[in-house]
């Protein structure tokens, strides 16, 4: 499910890159610029200027000055409202291993709207205790807090073998959108957003990457 603003669909691409552009001008703002043009935008992250304007249409009306560019409060508002981080957003973990202890002990997920309301696990040793603030309750209680609090979003940190049956009970108790850290396919509805993330694969990718530069030189 593509956003659309100003009847225009987002390309995905673009839409990778709108997390990255909301952190580069926040950092902008805390040094306390009040403006941004397209080319500094493109110099800092790495990018083409004219694609860089070409995300900025997509998503904002605001309209750069010659010598000074965009306000930048006004990027930044227009970006929060495109990726919803304006409206913080309930979620559920199951799976409190390593990964998700680091997700339920990451104090940023704020700034990006996101709020883990609740944890779930199997293992007797960490139900009824808390982890970053948040609750961890037996995984048998996952469809009755979830409908209860009208929770829409799920993140799965459980083994690969688990991770269809979590989904499919998240789907069943009302989730419509789910992040998924388990290295495997999710069958799931076609009404249901899925964001897969193969660490794995991203390792293997850049350590491909980088013994491919260093047989090039």
């Known amino acids: ?20 552009y ?7 703002e ?5 403006y941004v043009s397209s080319t500094v935008i493109a110099e800092g992250m790495h990018l083409n200027p004219v694609q860089v304007r070409k995300d900025i249409a997509m998503i904002s009306s605001a309209s750069g000055k010659p010598k000074t560019g965009f306000v930048l409060v006004d990027l930044i508002r227009d970006l929060e409202k495109t990726l919803g981080y304006t ?14 202890k680091a ?10 709207g996101l709020n883990i309301a609740a944890a779930f696990d199997t293992d007797p040793a960490k139900i009824g205790t808390e982890i970053g603030g948040k609750p ?9 807090i979830v409908t209860r609090d009208k929770i829409r979003l799920g993140i799965i940190s459980v083994p690969k073998a688990m991770a269809q049956s979590v989904a499919d009970r998240m789907v069943a108790s009302g989730i419509k959108g ?19 993330e193969d660490l794995a694969a991203s390792l293997a990718f850049i350590s491909i990457k980088v013994s491919q530069s260093l047989t090039q030189k």
């Open 87 to 100: 409206n913080a957003s309930d979620a559920v973990l199951v799976g409190v291993g390593s990964l998700g």
């Open 103 to 112: 997700f339920l002990t990451y104090t940023g997920f704020h700034h990006y």
């Open 30 to 34: 805390a040094a306390g610029d009040r």
């Open 136 to 144: 961890v309750y037996s995984v048998d209680r996952l469809e009755e």
């Open 178 to 196: 789910i992040w998924n850290f388990a290295p495997t396919h999710l069958s799931l509805p076609q009404d249901i957003v899925v964001q897969n």
């Open 22 to 28: 909301l952190k580069f001008l926040r950092l902008r």
């Open 1 to 20: 499910m593509i956003p659309q603003i100003k009847n225009v669909t987002i390309p995905q691409a673009a839409l990778q890159r709108l997390p990255n």
